[in-house]
């Protein structure tokens, strides 16, 4: 783990969200959050949004579309502003029943205290698969 300033705002982040708790989650990202994720068709918690309310809103999707099986960021590197996490997850999508596992990496920009641009990279096909024939598809 890299000794970085900007580093603690992201273990609060991936804390509450491991523990259920959005209003700790939220209080760690700025009013105009980048919140990106690749776009894939047929899952609406996929693409960009900008805003706290917008990512409320992705945190509730979310919640009502899969269930987190595993989610483990096991590496941090952080320097300057920037903060990557790289870490394994698996989730099960309710509409399908199907797993998705996947290897990741958040990248965060940090600025004085609280994340302000949020960047996922993963595996877009197990996603794809997952939901295929999904009803809560868009």
């Given at each position: ?46 693409g960009a949004r900008t805003g706290k309310a917008s ?84």
């Amino acid at each position: 783990m890299s000794d970085n300033k900007n580093l603690p705002a992201v273990e609060r982040a991936y804390a509450a969200f491991k523990a259920g708790d959005t209003k700790t989650l939220l209080a760690q990202f700025s009013d105009d959050i980048s919140w990106n994720l690749p776009s894939i068709d047929h899952v609406r918690v996929s693409g960009a949004r900008t805003g706290k309310a917008s990512v409320t809103d992705f945190f509730s999707m979310l919640a009502q579309d899969q269930e987190a099986l595993v989610f483990e960021p096991t590496r941090f590197v952080a320097d300057g502003d920037l903060v990557v996490a790289l870490g394994h997850y698996r989730w099960r999508v309710k509409a399908t029943g199907r797993e998705i596992a996947s290897d990741f990496a958040h990248v965060f920009t940090v600025k004085n205290g609280q994340i302000v641009r949020f960047q996922e990279f993963m595996d877009t096909a197990a996603f794809v698969a997952g939901y295929a024939g999904s009803l809560t598809s868009v």
